[in-house]
């Protein structure tokens, strides 16, 4: 009979919380993507308002991973498992570098070609869950059952740690210029910006506009009404407007710093430019006040003419009335005449008749 040591380590158990530890991670990374991308929907949403694509990334995620899965369980005997894990991983971690890359070339902006670019990278994503999905299911259905309730936590857990991290990058951003698409791509991505300061001027522009940084294609060029830099043109934000501070931080001097003899003239011109503005503003509410008697005038000679329709109504009415009266009163005469006669006449045929013979 053979005596088990128990104070021997048992060899079956050897590395057991390491393969649980493992196999959780490989549970967490395997839904760590797809829920990346429905975390960052309202990204996705501000950059296609009007494709849905909370919608149509799940229609174009499920077909990929219901026909790939069916495909391999039908040649099951056919592959090897550990390859295909392996191949769904490596799919996975592309996947999610074009992403990044896509996001990066495009410079955060809608279109039908980046559309179609992260339509495709979904599909992957199908790809390669349906790989990983079944191949470890299988592999882990056949060790020990901590294994796979462990890979299972892990998908739980993908879904509470990419709401976590969302929220906390939402957060951190938010009040940084394009803060959205830093936040969705989890980096700290740099927005591109071109503040060029010349000599004896400076951009000292606080802006609260978030969302957008405007290029050197979308800035409007303008003109400098300050002292110091009087009648110079520069490039600004397109969404800039006086009193206003909704814009981003793009700006760039186009013209150089004013000689001396126009810095001396500036103050003449402004001067006269602020007294131009005052009479063009005490010009414009006389012209308001005059519009508004004009059209209290207008409103006036409408109520008149109104007035005027209703008694031209009312006149005619009477006159019709008139004239059906006297027409009542001629025939009225005209009975009473006929009866006085009929009465005559027949009161002498009576005293004929009452005179004997």
């Known amino acids: 009979m053979t005596i088990v040591d128990k104070s021997e380590p048992q060899t079956g158990l050897e590395g057991k919380y390491k393969a649980v530890a493992v196999c959780w991670i490989l549970g967490l990374g395997s839904l760590m993507s797809w829920n ?3 975390t960052i929907g309202d990204y996705y949403y501000k950059l296609f308002p009007l494709n849905h694509p909370s919608r149509v990334l799940t229609l174009v995620y ?3 991973a219901f026909l790939t899965m069916a495909l391999l369980a039908y040649n099951e005997s056919k592959i090897n498992t550990r390859w295909r894990n392996l191949i769904g991983y490596s799919l996975f971690f592309a996947s999610n570098v074009m992403l990044i890359v896509l996001d990066l070339a495009t410079s955060g902006k809608g279109g039908v070609g980046p559309y179609i670019g992260i339509c495709a990278i979904v599909g992957s994503f199908g790809v390669a869950d349906a790989n990983v999905q079944g191949g470890m299911v299988r592999d ?7 294994l796979i309730q462990s890979f299972l936590a892990g998908l739980a857990a993908s879904g ?3 709401s976590v991290m969302r929220v906390i990058t ?3 951003f938010e009040k940084s210029d ?3 698409r830093k936040g969705a791509m989890n ?3 740099r927005a591109r910006r071109f503040t060029t300061m010349s000599e004896g001027s400076a951009s000292s522009y606080n802006s609260n506009y978030r969302g957008h940084v405007c290029d050197m294609n979308q800035c409007v060029l303008r003109t400098s009404l300050q002292l110091h830099n009087f009648g110079r043109r520069f490039y600004g934000c397109r969404h800039w407007k006086p009193g206003s501070d909704e814009h981003c931080k793009s700006f760039k001097w186009l013209d150089g710093i004013p000689c ?3 810095a001396e003239t500036a103050s003449i011109v402004i001067a006269k430019f602020t007294r131009l503005e005052a009479e063009a503003a005490m010009a414009k509410n006389n012209e308001m006040e005059a519009r508004a008697m004009i059209a209290d005038l207008l409103h006036r000679e409408r109520v008149a003419k109104r007035s005027a329709e209703k008694a031209k109504v009312s006149l005619r009415m009477a006159n019709a009335r008139a004239r059906k009266y006297q027409v009542a009163l001629l025939m009225s005469w005209l009975a009473i005449v006929v009866f006085i006669i009929f009465s005559l006449g027949n009161r002498d045929v009576g005293l004929r008749q009452m005179c004997l013979p």
Do not use: I, V
């Open 187 to 189: 980096m700290p991505c």
């Open 62 to 64: 499920q077909p990929f």
């Open 170 to 172: 939402k957060t951190a």
């Open 160 to 162: 509470t740690l990419t």
């Open 260 to 262: 001396r003899r126009g």
């Open 178 to 180: 394009n803060g959205l």
């Open 36 to 38: 990346s991308m429905l």
């Open 140 to 146: 882990l259905s056949f060790m020990h059952p901590e």
